[in-house]
Protein backbone atom coordinates (compact mmCIF):
# COMPACT_ATOMS: atom_id res chain seq x y z
CA UNK A 1 0.00 0.00 0.00
CA UNK A 2 1.03 4.13 -0.46
CA UNK A 3 1.81 5.26 2.22
CA UNK A 4 0.02 8.44 2.30
CA UNK A 5 1.14 10.11 5.88
CA UNK A 6 3.96 13.24 6.61
CA UNK A 7 6.38 11.54 9.94
CA UNK A 8 7.88 14.19 11.05
CA UNK A 9 7.86 13.80 15.12
CA UNK A 10 10.82 13.61 17.65
CA UNK A 11 8.54 11.87 20.59
CA UNK A 12 7.80 8.36 20.46
CA UNK A 13 4.84 8.40 21.68
CA UNK A 14 1.89 10.78 20.49
CA UNK A 15 -0.95 9.86 22.36
CA UNK A 16 -1.14 9.23 26.06
CA UNK A 17 0.24 6.08 28.04
CA UNK A 18 -1.88 4.58 30.08
CA UNK A 19 -5.17 5.93 29.73
CA UNK A 20 -7.41 7.48 32.63
CA UNK A 21 -11.02 6.03 31.06
CA UNK A 22 -12.16 3.12 32.73
CA UNK A 23 -13.43 1.16 29.54
CA UNK A 24 -11.40 -1.94 28.41
CA UNK A 25 -10.10 -2.63 25.58
CA UNK A 26 -11.41 -6.36 23.98
CA UNK A 27 -8.58 -8.81 23.06
CA UNK A 28 -9.75 -9.69 19.62
CA UNK A 29 -9.06 -9.74 16.19
CA UNK A 30 -10.86 -8.04 13.86
CA UNK A 31 -10.78 -8.40 9.76
CA UNK A 32 -11.13 -5.58 7.20
CA UNK A 33 -12.37 -6.47 3.81
CA UNK A 34 -12.99 -3.57 1.62
CA UNK A 35 -14.86 -2.94 -1.94
CA UNK A 36 -13.17 -0.37 -4.18
CA UNK A 37 -15.81 0.79 -6.53
CA UNK A 38 -17.44 3.42 -8.79
CA UNK A 39 -21.40 4.38 -9.21
CA UNK A 40 -20.61 4.47 -12.82
CA UNK A 41 -19.48 1.16 -13.41
CA UNK A 42 -20.99 -1.31 -14.63
CA UNK A 43 -19.35 -4.36 -12.91
CA UNK A 44 -20.06 -3.04 -9.20
CA UNK A 45 -23.40 -2.99 -9.78
CA UNK A 46 -23.87 -6.26 -11.05
CA UNK A 47 -21.96 -9.40 -10.09
CA UNK A 48 -19.46 -6.66 -8.18
CA UNK A 49 -23.00 -5.62 -6.11
CA UNK A 50 -23.79 -9.00 -5.14
CA UNK A 51 -20.43 -9.86 -4.04
CA UNK A 52 -21.06 -7.32 -1.38
CA UNK A 53 -23.88 -8.20 -0.67
CA UNK A 54 -22.75 -11.76 0.04
CA UNK A 55 -19.81 -9.94 2.23
CA UNK A 56 -22.20 -8.44 4.62
CA UNK A 57 -24.07 -11.46 5.05
CA UNK A 58 -21.63 -13.77 5.95
CA UNK A 59 -18.53 -11.46 7.08
CA UNK A 60 -20.00 -7.69 8.66
CA UNK A 61 -20.95 -9.40 11.55
CA UNK A 62 -17.34 -10.57 12.97
CA UNK A 63 -15.20 -7.86 10.64
CA UNK A 64 -15.45 -4.23 9.29
CA UNK A 65 -17.05 -4.90 5.84
CA UNK A 66 -16.62 -1.17 3.56
CA UNK A 67 -17.22 0.34 0.34
CA UNK A 68 -14.72 2.98 -0.72
CA UNK A 69 -16.10 4.89 -3.93
CA UNK A 70 -12.47 6.17 -4.70
CA UNK A 71 -12.40 7.16 -8.40
CA UNK A 72 -12.95 11.12 -8.00
CA UNK A 73 -15.46 11.18 -11.04
CA UNK A 74 -18.51 8.17 -9.10
CA UNK A 75 -20.89 9.68 -6.76
CA UNK A 76 -20.50 9.10 -3.25
CA UNK A 77 -16.62 10.01 -3.72
CA UNK A 78 -14.62 11.54 -0.87
CA UNK A 79 -11.26 11.97 -0.22
CA UNK A 80 -11.15 9.70 2.37
CA UNK A 81 -12.43 6.55 0.24
CA UNK A 82 -9.85 7.44 -2.07
CA UNK A 83 -6.77 7.74 -0.18
CA UNK A 84 -7.61 4.55 1.57
CA UNK A 85 -7.97 3.18 -1.86
CA UNK A 86 -4.78 4.72 -2.96
CA UNK A 87 -3.32 2.64 0.27
CA UNK A 88 -4.36 -0.66 -1.03
CA UNK A 89 -3.71 -0.14 -4.35
CA UNK A 90 -5.87 -0.89 -7.54
CA UNK A 91 -6.22 -0.77 -10.91
CA UNK A 92 -9.95 -1.14 -11.66
CA UNK A 93 -13.20 -1.40 -10.23
CA UNK A 94 -14.60 -3.27 -8.79
CA UNK A 95 -11.75 -4.28 -6.33
CA UNK A 96 -11.65 -6.57 -3.36
CA UNK A 97 -9.06 -6.74 -0.73
CA UNK A 98 -8.45 -8.50 2.76
CA UNK A 99 -6.73 -6.71 5.52
CA UNK A 100 -5.36 -4.15 3.03
CA UNK A 101 -4.20 -6.55 0.73
CA UNK A 102 -4.88 -6.27 -3.25
CA UNK A 103 -7.19 -9.10 -4.41
CA UNK A 104 -8.56 -7.88 -7.94
CA UNK A 105 -12.07 -9.65 -8.24
CA UNK A 106 -11.02 -12.49 -6.19
CA UNK A 107 -13.64 -11.97 -3.34
CA UNK A 108 -13.05 -15.25 -2.29
CA UNK A 109 -9.31 -14.52 -1.79
CA UNK A 110 -10.51 -11.65 0.11
CA UNK A 111 -12.39 -13.20 2.37
CA UNK A 112 -9.72 -16.08 2.88
CA UNK A 113 -7.25 -13.58 4.79
CA UNK A 114 -9.48 -12.10 7.34
CA UNK A 115 -10.93 -15.36 8.38
CA UNK A 116 -7.22 -16.97 8.58
CA UNK A 117 -6.29 -13.46 10.47
CA UNK A 118 -9.33 -13.97 13.01
CA UNK A 119 -8.00 -16.74 14.86
CA UNK A 120 -4.07 -15.55 14.70
CA UNK A 121 -2.50 -13.95 18.01
CA UNK A 122 -3.64 -11.02 18.88
CA UNK A 123 -0.70 -8.02 18.50
CA UNK A 124 -2.83 -5.12 19.27
CA UNK A 125 -6.24 -3.64 19.41
CA UNK A 126 -7.69 0.38 18.38
CA UNK A 127 -10.90 0.19 20.10
CA UNK A 128 -12.56 3.40 21.11
CA UNK A 129 -15.45 4.79 22.76
CA UNK A 130 -18.15 7.69 21.96
CA UNK A 131 -17.33 10.89 24.56
CA UNK A 132 -19.23 13.66 22.77
CA UNK A 133 -21.97 14.17 20.23
CA UNK A 134 -23.95 16.60 19.14
CA UNK A 135 -25.69 17.68 16.08
CA UNK A 136 -22.49 19.14 14.37
CA UNK A 137 -19.46 17.29 16.14
CA UNK A 138 -18.63 13.80 17.37
CA UNK A 139 -15.90 13.35 19.57
CA UNK A 140 -14.57 10.23 20.62
CA UNK A 141 -11.58 8.27 22.12
CA UNK A 142 -9.25 5.85 20.28
CA UNK A 143 -7.34 3.22 23.18
CA UNK A 144 -4.94 1.57 21.30
CA UNK A 145 -4.21 -1.72 23.79
CA UNK A 146 -0.51 -3.78 22.66
CA UNK A 147 -0.72 -7.11 23.55
CA UNK A 148 2.61 -7.99 22.43
CA UNK A 149 6.18 -6.03 23.18
CA UNK A 150 5.89 -4.30 19.72
CA UNK A 151 8.62 -1.87 18.07
CA UNK A 152 7.56 0.32 14.79
CA UNK A 153 5.96 3.35 13.85
CA UNK A 154 1.83 2.58 13.85
CA UNK A 155 -0.63 4.72 12.12
CA UNK A 156 -4.51 5.39 13.50
CA UNK A 157 -6.84 5.80 10.50
CA UNK A 158 -10.79 6.06 12.02
CA UNK A 159 -13.60 6.18 9.94
CA UNK A 160 -17.47 7.24 9.33
CA UNK A 161 -19.25 4.37 7.18
CA UNK A 162 -23.36 5.04 7.01
CA UNK A 163 -25.06 2.31 5.12
CA UNK A 164 -28.23 2.46 2.95
CA UNK A 165 -27.11 5.53 1.10
CA UNK A 166 -29.63 5.67 -1.40
CA UNK A 167 -27.97 6.72 -4.84
CA UNK A 168 -27.59 5.78 -8.77
CA UNK A 169 -25.49 2.51 -9.86
CA UNK A 170 -24.77 1.48 -13.04
CA UNK A 171 -26.24 -1.70 -13.90
CA UNK A 172 -29.50 -0.65 -11.25
CA UNK A 173 -32.61 1.19 -12.90
CA UNK A 174 -33.52 2.97 -10.26
CA UNK A 175 -31.28 4.38 -6.80
CA UNK A 176 -30.44 2.23 -4.71
CA UNK A 177 -29.19 1.45 -1.47
CA UNK A 178 -25.41 1.90 -1.32
CA UNK A 179 -23.82 -0.37 1.28
CA UNK A 180 -21.36 0.64 4.26
CA UNK A 181 -20.24 3.50 2.31
CA UNK A 182 -16.54 5.40 3.79
CA UNK A 183 -17.67 8.57 3.79
CA UNK A 184 -15.28 10.98 6.06
CA UNK A 185 -11.95 10.40 7.92
CA UNK A 186 -11.88 11.36 11.35
CA UNK A 187 -9.30 13.89 12.53
CA UNK A 188 -7.00 14.02 15.45
CA UNK A 189 -8.87 16.92 17.93
CA UNK A 190 -5.33 18.22 19.63
CA UNK A 191 -2.45 17.77 16.86
CA UNK A 192 -1.94 16.85 13.15
CA UNK A 193 -0.77 13.53 13.01
CA UNK A 194 -2.38 9.99 13.28
CA UNK A 195 0.80 8.51 14.52
CA UNK A 196 0.42 7.06 17.81
CA UNK A 197 3.68 5.55 18.65
CA UNK A 198 7.09 5.96 16.75
CA UNK A 199 9.00 3.66 19.23
CA UNK A 200 8.30 0.83 21.19
CA UNK A 201 5.34 -0.95 23.49
CA UNK A 202 5.28 -3.06 25.92
CA UNK A 203 2.65 -5.72 26.57
CA UNK A 204 -0.44 -4.00 28.45
CA UNK A 205 0.60 -0.58 27.13
CA UNK A 206 -2.52 1.82 26.15
CA UNK A 207 -2.20 4.86 24.40
CA UNK A 208 -5.13 6.95 24.14
CA UNK A 209 -5.75 9.81 21.60
CA UNK A 210 -9.09 11.87 20.64
CA UNK A 211 -10.54 11.97 16.75
CA UNK A 212 -13.25 14.42 16.08
CA UNK A 213 -15.73 14.53 13.06
CA UNK A 214 -17.52 17.48 11.51
CA UNK A 215 -21.00 15.91 10.82
CA UNK A 216 -22.67 16.19 7.74
CA UNK A 217 -26.38 17.58 7.27
CA UNK A 218 -27.55 14.47 4.75
CA UNK A 219 -26.03 11.63 6.84
CA UNK A 220 -28.50 9.17 8.50
CA UNK A 221 -27.90 9.05 11.88
CA UNK A 222 -29.54 5.50 12.91
CA UNK A 223 -27.17 3.95 9.69
CA UNK A 224 -23.70 5.65 10.81
CA UNK A 225 -20.79 3.57 12.14
CA UNK A 226 -17.43 4.02 13.29
CA UNK A 227 -14.67 2.05 12.42
CA UNK A 228 -11.54 2.35 13.72
CA UNK A 229 -8.39 1.03 11.72
CA UNK A 230 -4.53 0.44 13.21
CA UNK A 231 -1.65 0.24 10.51
CA UNK A 232 2.31 -0.20 10.78
CA UNK A 233 4.89 0.81 8.70
CA UNK A 234 6.33 -2.13 7.21
CA UNK A 235 9.92 -2.66 8.70
CA UNK A 236 11.50 -3.48 5.26
CA UNK A 237 9.37 -0.23 3.71
CA UNK A 238 8.11 2.05 5.19
CA UNK A 239 6.08 3.57 2.31
CA UNK A 240 3.88 0.78 2.98
CA UNK A 241 1.47 -0.07 5.55
CA UNK A 242 0.14 -2.89 6.94
CA UNK A 243 -2.97 -3.48 8.59
CA UNK A 244 -2.93 -4.72 12.11
CA UNK A 245 -6.24 -4.68 13.43
CA UNK A 246 -9.78 -2.82 13.36
CA UNK A 247 -12.55 -2.50 16.11
CA UNK A 248 -16.12 -1.66 14.52
CA UNK A 249 -17.94 -1.30 17.97
CA UNK A 250 -17.87 1.26 20.53
CA UNK A 251 -17.00 0.54 24.42
CA UNK A 252 -18.81 3.20 25.75
CA UNK A 253 -21.06 5.72 24.76
CA UNK A 254 -24.10 6.15 22.29
CA UNK A 255 -23.83 7.61 18.85
CA UNK A 256 -27.06 9.78 19.76
CA UNK A 257 -27.63 13.62 19.46
CA UNK A 258 -27.22 15.00 23.13
CA UNK A 259 -25.28 12.01 24.46
CA UNK A 260 -21.94 13.41 26.51
CA UNK A 261 -22.36 15.72 29.85
CA UNK A 262 -19.32 17.27 29.68
CA UNK A 263 -17.19 18.67 27.66
CA UNK A 264 -14.39 16.78 25.86
CA UNK A 265 -11.39 17.49 27.17
CA UNK A 266 -10.18 19.78 23.48
CA UNK A 267 -12.87 21.31 22.15
CA UNK A 268 -13.54 20.80 18.36
CA UNK A 269 -12.93 23.23 16.32
CA UNK A 270 -16.62 24.05 15.34
CA UNK A 271 -17.50 24.55 19.39
CA UNK A 272 -14.76 27.57 19.37
CA UNK A 273 -16.41 30.94 19.88
CA UNK A 274 -15.63 33.57 16.88
CA UNK A 275 -15.25 37.00 17.82
CA UNK A 276 -14.19 38.68 21.37
CA UNK A 277 -13.54 36.54 24.49
CA UNK A 278 -11.76 37.04 27.80
CA UNK A 279 -8.97 34.48 28.54
CA UNK A 280 -7.27 35.06 32.24
CA UNK A 281 -8.26 38.74 31.30
CA UNK A 282 -6.89 39.48 28.02
CA UNK A 283 -9.29 39.67 25.18
CA UNK A 284 -8.90 38.95 22.03
CA UNK A 285 -10.56 40.45 18.47
CA UNK A 286 -10.41 38.79 15.23
CA UNK A 287 -11.07 40.87 12.41
CA UNK A 288 -12.23 41.24 9.41
CA UNK A 289 -13.82 37.72 9.72
CA UNK A 290 -13.95 36.51 6.84
CA UNK A 291 -10.28 37.41 6.26
CA UNK A 292 -9.42 38.18 2.53
CA UNK A 293 -5.11 39.76 2.57
CA UNK A 294 -4.87 40.22 5.91
CA UNK A 295 -6.10 39.28 8.97
CA UNK A 296 -6.05 41.58 12.43
CA UNK A 297 -5.42 40.50 16.34
CA UNK A 298 -6.35 42.96 18.91
CA UNK A 299 -5.50 42.42 22.67
CA UNK A 300 -6.61 43.89 25.50
CA UNK A 301 -3.06 44.38 26.56
CA UNK A 302 0.39 43.69 25.24
CA UNK A 303 1.48 39.97 25.62
CA UNK A 304 4.03 37.74 23.63
CA UNK A 305 1.69 35.51 21.50
CA UNK A 306 2.13 32.38 19.99
CA UNK A 307 -0.35 31.87 16.72
CA UNK A 308 -1.04 28.87 14.71
CA UNK A 309 -3.39 28.02 12.02
CA UNK A 310 -4.42 24.71 11.37
CA UNK A 311 -6.87 23.91 8.35
CA UNK A 312 -10.15 21.26 9.16
CA UNK A 313 -8.02 18.36 9.10
CA UNK A 314 -5.84 19.66 11.72
CA UNK A 315 -3.24 20.14 9.50
CA UNK A 316 -0.56 22.81 10.61
CA UNK A 317 -0.51 25.98 7.93
CA UNK A 318 1.05 28.74 9.75
CA UNK A 319 2.88 28.86 13.28
CA UNK A 320 4.22 32.26 14.19
CA UNK A 321 5.64 34.05 17.38
CA UNK A 322 5.26 38.04 18.26
CA UNK A 323 6.83 39.19 21.25
CA UNK A 324 5.41 42.34 23.42
CA UNK A 325 2.44 42.93 21.11
CA UNK A 326 -1.06 44.18 21.34
CA UNK A 327 -1.79 44.33 17.51
CA UNK A 328 -1.08 41.31 15.31
CA UNK A 329 -1.42 41.56 11.71
CA UNK A 330 -1.63 38.41 10.04
CA UNK A 331 -0.68 37.59 5.76
CA UNK A 332 -3.48 35.04 4.33
CA UNK A 333 -3.22 35.67 0.73
CA UNK A 334 -1.30 32.60 0.27
CA UNK A 335 -3.23 30.91 1.98
CA UNK A 336 -5.98 28.35 -0.06
CA UNK A 337 -9.65 29.77 0.60
CA UNK A 338 -11.70 27.58 3.66
CA UNK A 339 -11.92 27.74 6.98
CA UNK A 340 -8.97 27.55 9.68
CA UNK A 341 -8.76 27.30 13.55
CA UNK A 342 -6.71 29.94 14.75
CA UNK A 343 -4.95 29.09 18.30
CA UNK A 344 -3.44 32.01 20.65
CA UNK A 345 -1.43 31.10 23.23
CA UNK A 346 -0.07 33.47 26.11
CA UNK A 347 1.56 33.20 29.21
CA UNK A 348 -2.35 33.83 30.67
CA UNK A 349 -4.20 31.14 28.87
CA UNK A 350 -5.00 29.72 25.09
CA UNK A 351 -7.53 31.57 22.97
CA UNK A 352 -9.04 29.56 20.50
CA UNK A 353 -11.38 30.89 17.43
CA UNK A 354 -12.18 30.12 13.66
CA UNK A 355 -11.16 32.40 10.79
CA UNK A 356 -12.80 32.12 7.24
CA UNK A 357 -10.20 33.37 4.49
CA UNK A 358 -11.93 33.84 0.74
Not at 198 to 212: L, P, Q, W
Not at 298 to 308: G, H, Y
Request: with cysteine; proline share 4%; net charge negative.
Amino acid sequence: MKKIYALALSSLFMGNIIAQSEWMVPEENIGMVTKITATWCNPCGTWGWEAMEGLIETHSEDNIVISLYAPSSSKLYNTAAEELADEIGYSGTPNFAGNGLDQGTAVASATAIVDTFVSAPVVAVPAYAIEWVNADTIVIEVKTKFFENMDGSFVLDVFMVEDHVIEEQNGHEDDVPHHMVVRKRFSPLKDSTDYILVGSASSGDEITKKYFIEVEAEWNWEDLYIMSTLWMENPEDPEDLLYVNGQKTWQEGELTIGYGTDAPVYFPPNTWAIGVEEVDNIAFELYPNPAKDRLNIKLSESADVEVIFTDLLGKEVLHTNFTSRDLINIDVTEMPAGVYMVQLKTDKGDHFDRVVVK
